[in-house]
């Protein structure tokens, strides 16, 4: 008997999660998913942001603001953009901080401000590196 509950359970969960690719918002997700699979990155954010803007309610929002902000930072998107990134994952932990994907958008998020203090960080030494090299030619 709870062999079959749970066989049903299951059946019942792929069920609605397949009902979510069926609506069109699902397909627009799906589409961009494919988009970003394919290494189509700007394709991808621009359709990830089309899923936000029109359905600004949807649960599928959620997934897309995520997915934005990871396309956005991911290491082979040539248009890479840390620092947008960091804000569409501040913006995903602002709106759904209870997500699923909150503690992996933390973990980007951290990262991606690691990042940000680093080059801040190497672009004080290159300018202390300069002064000291005109103080240098000065003697």
Known sequence: MNLSRALAALCAMLLLSSCAALTPTGRELREADGQFQDRKYGDAAASYRRVIRENSSSTSTAEARFNLARTLAWHDNPQRD????????????????????????????????????????????????????ERRKRR
């Open 82 to 133: 840390y620092a947008a990134a960091f804000l569409e994952f501040d913006e995903f932990l602002r709106l759904y901080p209870d997500h699923a994907l909150a503690p992996e958008a933390r973990n980007w998020r951290l990262v991606l401000k690691t990042v940000d203090d680093l080059k801040k960080s190497l672009d004080q030494l290159k300018k202390l590196d300069i002064k000291h090299e």
